[in-house]
């Protein structure tokens, strides 16, 4: 966390506000979480630089700069990147791990508690082999039910899984892997290959249905994710699986069960219909 949704809806926020922006300084104060620089590179390199476009793949947000760089964020479990007017709470200025000053006053905080996101400057040569490694968005056309079904097919490894690996599918985290789920009736601990045709159209269709019902209601908070003006999203009240285990099912009133033996992750589900 945060996921597809959610960095989707700081994507957004940021093309919509930030697209034309000169950056006119850079500030980091935990160097921890930067990669492939330093700050003195990271410095040289950025100032003077104009956001050009503000996107995602898969669970990271992607500012590309005037000088053909790109500056890719990943949040991980905290991580947040706010706009600044000066109205912003100083709650969320405290964990600012680097701050962008822009030409027309505002400031651009990657704001993260826990410091377990990076913050990575690539040339496009070096985003070329990285994004290489990523499987096919879930809400591009591409991403049929062939697709779907390519990418369980012949594996023995749980499908919750194999739904969370960014190599075959990015984007999906561990709260829409079980959103996703619930939805297909499908148990999350079963093997990949045995997921059936029907199931597999019925899982396609609650992954696409459950990251755009989300991306609707700008993400999942519960503690720490806000989008880039600091507020929370709404889609916590729409959840049918993620943390609510021990409550009654949406769907069969069943209890639902929360385990973490399926891949070390948390896991909810229905077992009187998810099969």
């Given at each position: 966390m945060p996921e597809l949704p959610e960095t989707e809806t700081i994507a957004r926020d940021l093309q919509r506000e930030l697209t034309g922006a000169t950056i006119a300084g850079v500030t980091v104060a935990h160097a921890d979480v930067l990669r492939e620089t330093s700050p003195i590179k990271l410095r040289r390199s950025v100032t003077g630089a104009t956001i050009t476009r503000c996107w995602r793949r898969a669970k990271l947000v992607v500012l590309d700069l005037s000088t053909g760089d790109r500056l890719v964020v990943q949040p991980r479990f905290t991580g947040a990147?706010?706009?600044d007017t000066g109205s912003l709470p100083d709650r969320e200025r405290?964990?600012?791990?680097l701050t962008l000053r822009l030409a027309d006053g505002r400031?651009?905080?990657?704001?993260?508690?826990?410091?377990?996101?990076?913050?990575?400057?690539?040339t496009p040569a070096r985003w070329r082999r990285y994004e290489s490694t990523l499987g096919m968005e879930p809400l591009d056309p591409a991403f049929t039910v062939t697709h779907l079904s390519g990418a369980l097919r012949g594996s023995s490894q749980a499908v919750k899984k194999l739904l969370m690996d960014q190599r075959r599918?990015?984007?999906?985290?561990?709260?829409?892997?079980?959103?996703?789920?619930?939805?297909?009736?499908i148990d999350p601990s079963r093997a990949g290959r045995s997921i059936r045709a029907q199931e597999i159209e019925r899982l396609h269709a609650g992954i696409v249905d459950v990251l755009r019902a989300s991306i609707n209601a700008r993400g999942t908070s519960f503690r720490d994710y806000r989008d880039a003006s600091g507020n929370r999203?709404?889609?916590a009240e729409h959840?049918?699986?993620?943390?609510r285990?021990?409550?009654?099912c949406h769907?069969?009133?069943g209890r639902l069960v929360a385990t973490d033996a399926i891949d070390g992750r948390a896991t909810v589900l229905c077992p009187r219909c998810q099969r």
């Open positions: 990147l706010l706009i405290a964990y600012a791990t400031d651009l905080h990657y704001r993260d508690i826990r410091r377990l996101g990076t913050v990575t400057l690539m599918i990015a984007g999906l985290g561990n709260i829409y892997a079980n959103e996703a789920l619930w939805r297909a009736e999203g709404g889609f959840l049918d699986a993620y943390g285990g021990g409550e009654p769907r069969c009133g």
